[in-house]
């Protein structure tokens, strides 16, 4: 199985994450601006070789999950990420408020359904996390979900985590690596970017009111995603502490991270076998003696 390497802001396996410590800038001795896009550059070159290797290989997929509080950058982060991967390997997958049809079953089936086969790179755009971050916010969002028990909602929240890390450890045994970013950007930051959308002209679609009501949650969004990624942060399914208030080191760091993945993973091209090349041999004849 899987396991992740180390990097400074992989979240530590044994229930000690501190959110306060989190770093939400780059550090002093990161790259510039353009040290970041060069380097991020060379890492989507060399994402776009591996990604070739792993549809091949065909054993594994790839699972990233990104969260993130409202104007991180998730969205900036993938298109950056994947720019240079083949569409037919990858696919994006956003999860929204759940629909009827999606409430109707256990909170995982939505994104069970969107997962991504061997050979490929799926990507959640939020996740089933949603169900231990924005409805431990607002838990007045369980009554649409018609659970058949009314535990206490500390032991809801635990259940909740409990299912998550046993769904991980299913999917990484069968071959799923599974890596999860959450986008850490800082509560000043946020806030400067909710100005710019109202301010810039094309950012105006940007804006929602929503994410400033969403805002004013923000210490209870802190306690929910601690609490998650302590309980969820596995050498199998890691969690990544990403500083996010720099957009340019946040894509360079995800890259490095994506990519260092790929390359442990020992993909390689299928060898054919001796059976094999004496049937190419015997086609290749075939072709040179058409006329
Ligand atoms: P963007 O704003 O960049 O388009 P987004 O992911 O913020 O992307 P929105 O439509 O603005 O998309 O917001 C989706 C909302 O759905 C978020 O507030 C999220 O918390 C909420 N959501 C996601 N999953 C669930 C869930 N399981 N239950 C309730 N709300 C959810
Ligand atoms: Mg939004």
Redesign the pocket.
């Known amino acids: 199985m899987f396991e992740a390497a180390p990097n400074p802001y992989l979240v530590p396996f044994d229930g000690s994450f501190d959110l306060g410590d989190a770093a939400t800038a780059p550090p002093d001795d990161a790259p510039g601006k353009k040290g970041c896009k060069k380097r991020l550059e060379d890492q989507i070159d060399e994402l776009r070789d591996l990604q070739r290797m792993l549809y091949a290989h065909d054993h594994h997929s790839v699972l990233l999950v990104f969260q993130a509080m ?1 104007a991180a950058g ?2 900036g982060t993938i298109r950056a990420v994947m720019s240079g991967v083949n569409p037919a390997g990858c696919q994006v997958s ?5 629909s009827s049809e999606e409430l109707d079953h256990d ?1 995982l089936w939505r994104s069970a359904r969107r997962l991504p086969e061997r050979g490929r790179i799926g990507i959640f ?2 996740s089933y996390y ?2 231990v ?3 431990r916010v ?1 838990p007045e ?1 369980l009554g649409g979900q018609r659970l058949p028990d009314r535990v206490p909602l500390d032991q809801l929240w635990r259940e909740r985590h409990e299912s998550i890390r046993d769904h991980e450890k299913h999917l990484a045994r069968n071959g799923t690596v599974i890596l999860k970013f959450w986008l850490n950007v800082s509560h000043a930051e946020q806030r400067e970017r909710f100005i710019a959308r109202l301010d810039e002209p094309e950012k105006n679609w ?1 804006f ?1 009111s ?2 400033v009501r ?1 805002r004013g949650f923000w210490a209870d969004y802190m306690d929910a995603y601690e609490d998650a990624l302590r309980a969820t942060s596995r050498p199998w399914a890691p969690w990544y502490a990403i500083p996010a208030d720099s957009k340019p080191y946040m894509r360079m760091c995800v890259a490095e991270i994506v990519v260092e993945t790929l390359r442990g993973l020992g993909l390689r091209y299928p060898e054919a076998t001796a059976k094999e090349r004496q049937k190419f041999a015997e086609m290749r004849a075939l072709l040179e003696g058409e006329d």
């Open positions: 409202d998730k969205d956003s999860f929204k408020v759940p909170f755009n939020r949603e169900e971050l924005v409805v607002h969002y940007k929602s929503g994410d969403e």
